[in-house]
């Protein structure tokens, strides 16, 4: 059993910057497949970014693409997410997700993919 713990939420002002984290505990990180969501209140849980086991591939939502940036290290058992030009749209809830695979290089973005979650922190952008 793997247990996620974000950290690193709080109230930004648009443009400005935050930098995510979640620990993995209880079983190397390398096993998993990780990925980020939120969730803002009234709306689905959605998709944010992905990143394989291997670091090597990473995906991201649309929305996000080209602020926020996904990493792993799995010799510290920690995944972030870095999030840059900060809007008031990225309010929200952010969870990290786990998923144990042995595919190195795949990387999952739908949450039923994923069977592990933290309790999420959160991001509040001020206009």
């Known amino acids: 059993q793997v247990q996620l713990v974000e950290s690193g939420g709080g109230l930004v002002q648009a443009g400005g910057s935050l930098r995510l984290s979640c620990a993995i505990s209880g079983r190397s990180s390398s096993n998993y497949a990780m990925g980020w969501f939120r969730q803002a209140p009234g709306k689905e849980r959605e998709f944010v970014a992905a990143i394989s086991r291997s670091r090597i591939v990473t995906y991201y939502a649309d929305s996000v693409k080209g602020r926020f940036t996904i990493s792993r290290d799995n010799a510290k058992n920690t995944v972030w997410l870095q999030t840059n030009s900060l809007k008031p749209e990225d309010t929200a809830a952010y969870y990290c997700?786990?998923?144990?695979?042995?595919?190195?290089?795949?990387?999952?973005?739908?949450?039923?993919?994923?069977?592990?979650w933290g309790q999420g922190t959160q991001v509040t952008v001020s206009s």
């Open positions: 997700a786990a998923r144990d695979t042995a595919y190195t290089f795949d990387i999952y973005y739908t949450a039923p993919e994923y069977a592990y």
